[in-house]
């Protein structure tokens, strides 16, 4: 067997996912290289070199690529903070070492008033109506106060207030969610807007879903569309988070889209690549387009698109990969990736998170086992069900920490189980006995992702919006 070997930039069970696809390669000897956020319990089980980069700093990253060049083939980039910070043009300047992951320049979720304005430009019909406030033209904020009420005015206050960079500030907050007057939405503003731009644009109703594509450059291959669950709480309650979960069906389609609402998908984001590969190719590697589509009875909008793989979304489709990982890198860096293969399974990914997450312990005290929290984590049944079951269940560390030999939770999502089947429903089982099986630090879950009922709901939603239209 050739031996290949790979850096992997990690944090969280986004990365674990690519390490798992990768190792269970069965045409390569895969050696793996991780610079992650903490030691990821998985990923040092797996690694030959495994070094802690607590902040994902780039030039640590760099350093620790420059040490194992003469080792290392190609590297991949799971979060998105390394890559807005350019770690693949470092690496690469300084390392020689080809990165997967869009360079500085095409990391388009650095700033989300630049994304809108750029599908203005090329595709306006996808942008919801949208209100860019900079700081520098306002005086006072009695006048910014004027210009918000004034834009609100005529949104009907159905408004989303954005920060243009990704974590800065309160984060998006949603008219009827995070606020029901006006005085909390400028509150909401304020607490942005002191750390930058604001976009404030129409809230859309519909349904969403996840488009992800690998891109060699050249060509963008489609993966199958997949469902986020943003909320914190069963039914689609409480405050939004890095996703409790998603689902994808056998196919590419979801159980509530059409095939004409895949391919308007699959048209407006090759729009998209067209105009800007026309000044780059190279730049766009890996996968620069993981849009959050919204359907509507009028066809989909853009809500945003980030410059990585998405999470959980991607650990829906890595597991179900007929072609081997290694050779789908190999064909993105030499520009010939014009299809990827998949089993035509459904899957759902299930997150467990410590109370501290979501808010869960103020909602639900009684639900808490306080003696618990902090403790370690034991995966050893859920792995002992990842063996019985074969390919069926998939169990990703992600904000999870070794120390002594024992698995401790972090203050983010901990944990996520893949479920495998023939259908929605039979993948869903098969995520949850998983789930179930992890025991310790008072985790908790989403009960209803990709319930039959949660499903049958969103196909109600858009029928209802396509009569509407």
């Known amino acids: 067997m050739e031996k290949v070997?790979?850096?992997?930039v990690s944090y969280g069970a986004r990365a674990v996912a690519m390490v798992d696809a990768f190792t269970r390669s069965r045409k390569y000897k895969v050696e793996i290289y991780v610079a992650d956020k903490q030691r990821n319990p998985f990923n040092v089980r797996?690694?030959?070199?495994?070094?802690?980069?607590?902040?994902?700093?780039?030039?640590?990253?760099?350093?620790?690529?420059?040490?194992?060049?003469?080792?290392?083939?190609?590297?991949?980039?799971?979060?998105?903070?390394?890559?807005?910070?350019?770690?693949?043009d470092l690496v690469e300047k300084r390392t020689g070492i080809p990165m997967i992951c869009p360079t500085k320049e095409y990391a388009i979720e650095a700033s989300k008033a630049q994304q809108r304005l750029l599908f203005q430009e090329i595709v306006p019909e996808v942008n919801p109506r949208f209100k860019i406030f900079n700081p520098k033209d306002y005086k006072s904020?009695?006048?910014?106060?004027k210009a918000v009420y004034s834009w609100v005015d005529e949104l009907g206050n159905k408004a989303v207030v954005k920060p243009d960079k990704p974590a800065a500030?309160?984060?998006?907050?949603?008219?009827?969610?995070?606020?029901?007057?006006?005085?909390?939405?400028?509150?909401?503003f304020l607490a942005n807007f002191q750390h930058g731009p604001v976009i404030i644009e129409e809230k859309i109703e519909g349904e969403e879903s996840s488009f992800q594509a690998f891109c060699d450059g050249k060509h963008l291959v489609a993966l199958p569309d997949t469902r986020d669950y943003k909320r914190a709480f069963d039914n689609d309650k409480g405050p939004n988070t890095g996703g409790m979960g998603s689902y994808k069906d056998i196919g590419d389609v979801l159980p509530?889209?059409?095939?004409v609402d895949r391919a308007k998908e699959i048209e407006i984001v090759n729009k998209i690549f067209e105009k800007w590969k026309a000044s780059d190719n190279e730049g766009l590697r890996g996968i620069p387009f993981y849009v959050a589509f919204i359907h509507t009875g009028k066809g989909p909008k853009i809500l945003e698109n980030n410059s990585r793989p998405g999470d959980p979304e991607i650990q829906?489709?890595?597991?179900?990969?007929?072609?081997?990982?290694?050779?789908?890198?190999?064909?993105?860096?030499?520009?010939?990736l014009t299809h990827v293969e998949l089993e035509r399974m459904a899957t759902v990914v299930t997150y467990k998170a410590p109370p501290n997450y979501g808010g869960y312990s103020e909602a639900f005290p009684n639900r808490v086992d306080r003696d618990e929290i902090g403790k370690p984590v034991d995966l050893t049944k859920a792995y002992e069900l990842s063996r019985k079951y074969g390919e069926k269940i998939h169990v990703y560390p992600a904000a999870m920490e070794l120390r002594d030999?024992?698995?401790?939770?972090?203050?983010?999502?901990?944990?996520?189980?893949?479920?495998?089947?023939?259908?929605?429903?039979?993948?869903?089982?098969f995520s949850l006995e998983g789930v179930k099986a992890i025991k310790g630090g008072s985790l908790w879950h989403r009960t209803d992702i990709a319930s039959k009922r949660h499903i049958q709901k969103s196909i109600g939603h858009m029928e209802?919006?396509?009569?509407?239209?």
Not at 5 to 8: A, G, N, Q
Not at 256 to 259: A, I, K, S, V, Y
Not at 408 to 414: G, Q, W
């Open 464 to 469: 209802e919006l396509r009569r509407k239209k």
């Open 169 to 188: 500030g309160k984060g998006v907050g949603v008219w009827g969610d995070h606020f029901t007057i006006r005085e909390q939405l400028f509150e909401h």
């Open 316 to 336: 829906n489709i890595l597991p179900i990969l007929k072609d081997d990982f290694v050779d789908i890198c190999f064909k993105i860096l030499e520009g010939n």
């Open 256 to 259: 509530f889209m059409t095939n």
């Open 405 to 429: 030999d024992k698995v401790y939770p972090l203050k983010s999502r901990a944990v996520c189980v893949v479920g495998i089947g023939d259908t929605i429903e039979t993948a869903r089982q």
């Open 5 to 8: 070997s790979i850096l992997v």
């Open 46 to 88: 797996k690694a030959v070199k495994h070094v802690v980069i607590p902040d994902l700093n780039v030039e640590a990253i760099c350093k620790f690529a420059q040490v194992n060049k003469d080792e290392i083939d190609f590297g991949i980039v799971g979060p998105e903070k390394p890559i807005i910070n350019g770690v693949r």
């Open 141 to 145: 904020q009695e006048e910014v106060k």
